[in-house]
């Protein structure tokens, strides 16, 4: 998150908290600063829930559910990266892996998931080559899932909306349409802005 604020990007931290409980508590820190610098905070959990063991591998879904792949750097057996790759794996994501030296128990899970077909990563330019954003490519534009071109059918581009206004033009709850508004984000089509409001930009 730190690396992509660093370089101007727009980053999405999903937690296993309420959104108003930093975890762990050093991290306040950076949890003000992706609000402030217009991220976004995500959760399923209510207000105030703190953190729980079984809150996290229950997050990871949504952690894999939310991107394009899933990119294993350093995952021992029985960790919450092997258990966001099992999400990734089931939700149609593509599951990348760098592989790591075979002695080390850190690895483990690395080399258990190239064994059983994920994608090896050698390089950065490996990943983005899958990814379609090598070098001198053209990325191509993401396709638009259906609430997603029924959120902005009416909504002009250029044009600043508050959540609660989104909300009743779709009549659903904040909840509901914050993902879709994160995956408008991603594609480029929506930018939040400070105070729950979002312009479109294409």
């Known amino acids: 998150h730190e690396a992509v ?5 727009a980053t999405a931290a999903v937690l296993g908290t309420g959104v108003d409980v930093p975890y762990p508590s050093e991290h306040r820190r950076l949890f003000n600063r992706i609000v402030e610098e ?3 905070l ?21 952690i894999s559910a939310l991107s394009r792949g899933v ?13 966001t790759a099992s999400w990734a794996a089931e939700q149609g994501k593509e599951v990348f ?5 075979v002695h080390y128990p850190t690895f483990a899970g690395n080399h258990r998931l190239l064994r059983e077909g994920a994608r090896l990563v050698a390089s950065p ?27 902005l059918s009416a909504w002009p581009v250029g044009e600043v909306r508050q959540l609660e206004d989104l909300c009743e033009h779709l009549g659903t709850s904040p909840a509901e349409l914050l993902p ?19 312009v479109r930009e294409v």
């Open 38 to 40: 217009g991220g976004l």
């Open 71 to 83: 990119l294993i750097v350093e995952a021992p057996e029985g960790s919450g990266a092997l258990n």
């Open 97 to 101: 892996v760098l592989p790591g030296p």
């Open 42 to 62: 995500l959760s399923e959990f209510p207000p105030g829930t703190g953190p729980q063991k079984e809150h996290f591998p229950r997050r990871n879904r949504l």
């Open 180 to 198: 879709v508004l994160l995956n408008l984000e991603l594609k480029g089509r929506v930018r939040q802005l400070p105070g729950k409001r979002f």
């Open 125 to 151: 330019e490996d990943l983005l080559g899958d990814l379609g954003l090598a070098s001198g490519s053209v990325r191509p534009v993401p396709p638009l899932e259906a609430e997603e071109m029924a959120l």
């Open 5 to 9: 604020l660093e370089a101007g990007g």
